[in-house]
């Protein structure tokens, strides 16, 4: 980044669950290097003590030692809104935060009330101070935090299924989907987002929402939340939950990423079977992250187009967003994710599949391939 601004890298889930996790950033940690803030989401619980919520779905915890070096690997703060940071009980919650912190790495989007949950975490480098601000709209009943009790910083969405014709009864065809925000949920955003503007000069909102069905789907309230949030004052809204990378679009000239794909991220279980493989085919179809791919990754059992990853960027001054871009990155069959050099053809198929489906949603986005600082980069632009 050019005198008087910084580099914000950014990117989606992170957890590592392997005996030497920091191998699988190891590629990485170059790349960072060369950021002024790394910041991603903790997609799971760090806990010797773990007491599992009665609401979770799928645990998602491992031992606190297994995620002893973020800081080491470069990231400087990182989002805990999302559906897995309750999964080990309010204890888990807590010491997930305070293996962070150890670290020297600052969190936002959950706390010990909903005040310090939607309280920002704000970072100054080269001048120029962020704000980060973490949100959840999908996650277990109870994990949300309250005005006394932990949890996570929620944006609830409820959902209504429609006769999709109301002059027409047909029973059991597809229904009409009708999604509303809670508005408590959005007031208390939104001040949130006020008050970061209060104390810094770039407000960057994280949330962790939508649903990996279909790889490119945008739900109404994902469009509606995100371009609402840059109305009330964000300056870039990146988005992640989701197990592919998504469209980009800008909304008054502000970036909004609808999906950063997960960075790293270990799955240990037990291996699928021919039958399971098979039903998860039939229920998702080709074009879900949970389709199987012909060659299995052992630590990622998802579609292999949701290997694709990237790094984004924001160059940042104490105006705002001057540049946007990021960095296209693959996951491995180890379980690691590395940066593509320049001239890696898978670069290019990259910057293409995300300006494809961005134009294929309506949005007017162009990424264009070149390089920086040694590793491939694609700028990114709207109309």
């Known amino acids: 980044m050019s005198e008087g601004g910084a580099g914000v890298y950014v990117v989606g889930d992170v957890f590592a669950n392997t005996d030497d996790g920091r191998s699988a950033f190891r590629p990485l940690e170059p790349l960072f290097a060369t950021g002024d803030i790394v910041f991603g989401n903790c997609e799971g619980v760090y806990s010797d003590r773990p007491a599992k919520s009665p609401s979770h779905k799928h645990f998602m915890g491992t031992s606190s030692k297994r995620g002893a070096f973020y800081g080491d690997v470069g990231f400087d703060v990182m989002s805990l809104a999302n559906n897995h940071m309750v999964d080990g009980g309010y204890v888990g919650l807590v010491d997930t935060a305070e293996l962070l912190a150890g670290q020297g790495i600052a969190t936002t989007g959950a706390g010990n009330d909903l005040a310090a949950a939607l309280r920002p975490a704000v970072l100054e480098r080269e001048g120029v101070r962020v704000a980060f601000i973490g949100v959840c709209s999908v996650f277990p009943k109870g994990y949300e935090a309250r005005p006394s009790r932990g949890g996570i910083a929620p944006l609830r969405v409820t959902t209504s299924y429609l006769d999709p014709d109301e002059n027409f009864w047909e029973p059991g065809i597809e229904p009409a989907v009708l999604t509303t925000v809670f508005p408590g949920d959005l007031a208390a955003v939104d001040e949130a987002i006020a008050a970061a503007r209060d104390v810094a000069d770039v407000v960057v909102v994280a949330p962790h929402w939508g649903y990996s069905s279909r790889l490119e789907l945008l739900h109404d309230y994902e469009l509606e939340l995100a371009r609402h949030m840059v109305d009330a004052g964000a300056d870039a ?147």
């Open 237 to 383: 809204v990146l988005c992640c939950h989701h197990h592919a990378l998504r469209p980009v679009e800008f909304h008054q000239g502000r970036p909004i990423f609808y999906g950063l794909g997960a960075l790293v991220h270990h799955f240990q279980g037990p291996a699928l079977t021919p039958a399971m493989r098979a039903d998860r085919d039939r229920r998702y179809g080709p074009y879900s992250s949970f389709t199987m791919p012909e060659v299995e990754f052992d630590l990622w059992p998802f579609a292999e187009p949701s290997r694709r990853t990237m790094v984004a960027t924001l160059d940042v001054t104490v105006d705002g967003v001057a540049s946007v871009g990021f960095f296209p990155a693959q996951m491995v069959a180890d379980g690691s994710t590395e940066p593509l050099a320049p001239g890696d053809d898978r670069a290019q198929i990259t910057a293409e599949y995300v300006e494809g489906m961005s134009r294929r949603a309506g949005f007017s986005t162009s990424c264009t391939l070149t390089e920086r600082h040694g590793f491939s980069y694609v700028n990114v632009e709207g109309a």
